[in-house]
């Protein structure tokens, strides 16, 4: 699986939209860009992930750049339980590849800081 | 709610112990997900299980072991332990155990080790 590089901080006020950037110029054809997070010592949440377009869902919009080296989460209007760290993985579309350390592998993420 | 059930959620034990920590995955899924995280490590990937087999191991020691059953619940038994392995222990669950899955993941275990 490609390498994602995250900030490891950001700050963003309530009620605005957070965009969380995430840069994986590795990727290869058929990986996936997901994106997890992780609420204070809570299981990781699933939120939203995408191959080439851009997806939306009732949580968030992730926008992929063109050559897919970069891409970017959108917390549209923040609020306060937002605040998490906000994982970036980059994973191989394939139904099972085979062997290996298959599990999702999570680097150190960005930490979301809402503020009110 | 995820839908993936993980008890107890709190252990504390001495070093040297064993215990077992115990996972319900969600309705219908058969792949089940092991995983560590502590303080200075974060999330590691310990070891996945697909309808009762084994299928990938990531950085899971020798002490440690797990096993998927028929009802497919999943134990991860933790022996000789260090204080070391004082961490989160998560479960985490998927459909079919394939790479372009999402996974679910339960509240986690807080292991204590003294």
């Known amino acids: 699986d490609a390498k994602t590089t995250q900030p490891p901080s950001m700050d963003c006020a309530e009620g605005r939209a957070a965009n969380l950037p995430c840069n994986h110029s590795t990727i290869s054809g058929n990986e996936y860009v997901y994106w997890y997070r992780q609420i204070h010592s809570q299981g990781p949440q699933y939120i939203i992930h995408g191959l080439k377009n851009n997806e939306t869902n009732e949580m968030a919009s992730l926008i992929i750049t063109e050559d897919r080296k970069s891409s970017t989460l959108i917390l549209p209007h923040a609020t306060l339980r937002d605040t998490a760290v906000y994982y970036c993985i980059v994973r191989s579309g394939t139904m099972y590849s085979g062997g290996g350390a298959d599990g999702l592998t999570f680097g150190k993420g960005t930490h979301l800081i809402i503020q009110p | 709610d995820s839908g993936v059930t993980q008890t107890p959620k709190h252990l504390i034990t001495a070093t040297g112990q064993r215990v077992t920590l115990r996972c319900s995955p969600r309705s219908g899924d058969l792949s089940v997900y092991w995983y560590q995280q502590s303080l200075d490590q974060g999330l590691q990937f310990l070891i996945q299980?697909?309808?009762?087999?084994?299928?990938a191991k990531g950085n899971i020691l020798e002490r440690f072991s797990a096993q998927q059953f028929p009802d497919l619940h999943s134990e991860l038994n933790l022996s000789s332990l260090e204080l070391g392995d004082s961490a989160l222990y998560f479960c985490a669950s998927s459909v079919a155990g394939g790479d372009n899955e999402k996974l679910f993941f339960g509240s986690g275990t807080q292991l204590s080790v003294l």
């Open positions: 299980y697909y309808n009762g087999e084994e299928r």
